[in-house]
């Protein structure tokens, strides 16, 4: 696999420093720190100060792209350390790529 796995635990942060809440829907694959983050997942971003103008814009969820080519997470491919997190604002605006921080090297069924 091209990189470290996402999983519940990692950290995921929209450009302008508000924070991801990760849950998934992968029931069974695990790393060693939570649930391994799949293609499917849409991730809430929670505290994105964000703003245009005077107008308060904040990232409220990311999309993702770009996840591990050769590998599979409960027949949905697992998101890794490289995979491109698109942040949209509340109008559906993408507001740029997610940062992600901490990911993991390994994981396993349940």
């Avoid at 924070?19 to 829907?25: D, E, I, R, Y």
């Avoid at 509340?90 to 090297?105: D, K, L, T, W």
Wanted: overall charge negative; some cysteine; glycine content about 12%.
């Amino acid at each position: 696999m091209a990189g470290n796995m996402l999983t519940t635990g990692s950290t995921v942060l929209c450009p302008h420093g508000g924070q991801a809440l990760l849950l998934t829907s992968n029931t069974s694959v695990l790393g060693s720190d939570g649930l391994v983050l799949v293609e499917s997942d849409v991730h809430v971003v929670m505290g994105c100060p964000f703003t245009v103008g005077p107008k308060y814009s904040p990232c409220v969820r990311i999309e993702w792209e770009a996840p591990a080519a050769n590998t599979m997470a409960n027949d949905v491919k697992p998101l890794i350390e490289t995979s491109v997190g698109i942040c949209y604002g509340a109008e559906g605006a993408p507001q740029g790529r997610a940062n992600v921080v901490g990911a993991q090297r390994e994981a396993w069924s349940q």
